[in-house]
């Protein structure tokens, strides 16, 4: 069965530093992946979304990146993070022409 | 661009009652896919139900159906017999043919017992 792994689960990180956060997929191949950030009691914001290695969308370019080294690999980064960028991080996964499936979060917190 | 709207930030219903969640959704395609998420406390994002566009029959799922409307661009999502483990945020997604997967902005529903 497929399986979905994100971390870490909570991170807190000052102003100016750089963000990793990675999502791996197991028990499936190219999967579309996607990154989301939902503010406290708000909506989900989707900001990449890849359905290939190589292969990303940017809805909200801003202070983030996104990568696709492998198949099953996506990664959330920055360079220097923003106050506003914290939030919960949803990574999630699908195959073609169906749902998604969602893993447990970050909750980052930029001080 | 493809959009999801609902309109109705938070909802309340009464133990057992039903109750129905509106979506609206705006897209030129005709070939695409609905979804209703359910996400309670922990955050945990938990799909609720699904509807193939294709499909005229509206999907069911034990206590959760839905009333797709397809030229109306209408999905609204209907929970029978309301339990208290329903309360949760509720969002409404859509994905099209490009596998972009959009949600609206959700919908907190209150269990009252």
């Known amino acids: 069965s497929q399986t979905i792994h994100q971390w870490p689960a909570t991170l807190v990180q000052p102003v100016g530093s750089p963000l990793s956060l990675e999502c791996t997929v197991e028990?499936?191949?190219?999967?579309?992946l996607y990154w989301y950030r939902q503010a406290a009691g708000r909506g989900l914001q989707l900001l990449f979304y890849?359905?290939?290695?190589?292969?990303i969308s940017s809805e909200v370019p801003q202070n983030l990146s996104a990568s696709r080294p492998q198949d099953r690999q996506f990664i959330l980064s920055s360079k220097k993070l923003l106050l506003s960028d914290s939030g919960f991080y949803l990574c999630?996964?699908?195959?073609?022409?169906?749902?998604?499936?969602f893993g447990q979060g970050t909750r980052l917190t930029v001080v | 661009a493809q959009t999801v709207t609902q309109s109705q930030p938070e909802m309340s219903v009464q133990e057992a009652e039903t109750v129905t969640l509106s979506c609206t959704y705006d897209?030129?395609?005709?070939?695409?896919?609905l979804f209703w998420y359910k996400q309670p406390p922990s955050r945990q994002m938990i799909l609720v139900i699904r509807?193939?566009?294709?499909?005229?029959q509206n999907a069911t799922e034990n206590r959760f159906s839905v009333n797709f409307q397809k030229a109306a661009k209408s999905f609204s999502l209907k929970i029978s017999d309301s339990q208290l483990g329903d309360a949760a945020m509720y969002f409404c997604?859509?994905?099209?043919?490009?596998?972009?997967?959009?949600f609206g902005k959700g919908m907190k529903l209150t269990v009252n017992p």
């Open positions: 999630a996964w699908s195959p073609s022409n169906t749902e998604a499936f």
């Open positions: 028990g499936t191949s190219n999967p579309n």
């Open positions: 890849s359905v290939g290695i190589g292969q």
């Open positions: 897209t030129s395609e005709s070939d695409y896919y």
């Open positions: 509807q193939e566009a294709y499909k005229q």
């Open positions: 997604a859509y994905k099209g043919g490009s596998e972009k997967l959009v």
